[in-house]
Nanobody
Framework: QVQLVESGGGLVQAGGSLRLSCAAS????????MGWFRQAPGKAREFVAA????????GYADSVKGRFTISRDNAKNTVYLQMSSLKPDDTAVYFC?????????????????WGQGTQVTVSS
């Protein structure tokens, strides 16, 4: 059974940093495109970042480019999202996802597996 478990969310002031982790079990991380989506109250879920099977292949939403960094540690079966210069608009539930297709398909949200989410709240 595949499980994706997010951690690292919390409350932070604007301008601060957080690092989210996504621990995967039941799958071989190196075989999947991995990444993050988020959903703010009353808004649709949106793509945040993705990392391909080859770690140099990454993609980011324009709203987080230059502030967020995605990485993966296949040996630990874990994906990370380092978030810096956080803004109140970054407040959302952040979801980890995994997909065996391509980064392009991942960005569209057609993912095989999803985590339960972790809350990130940025105060002004």
């Amino acid at each position: 059974q595949v499980q994706l478990v997010e951690s690292g969310g919390g409350l932070v002031q604007a301008g601060g940093s957080l690092r989210l982790s996504c621990a995967a079990s039941g799958l071989t991380l190196s075989s999947y495109v991995m990444g993050w989506f988020r959903q703010a109250p009353g808004k649709a879920r949106e793509f945040v970042a993705a990392i391909g099977r080859r770690a140099w292949n990454t993609g980011y939403a324009d709203s987080v480019k230059g502030r967020f960094t995605i990485s993966r540690d296949n040996a630990k079966n874990t994906v990370y999202l380092q978030m810096s210069s956080l803004k109140p608009d970054d407040t959302a539930v952040y979801f980890c996802a995994a997909d065996q297709n391509t980064v392009t398909e991942f960005v569209r949200g057609n993912c095989d597996y999803w985590g339960q989410g972790t809350q990130v709240t940025v105060s002004s």
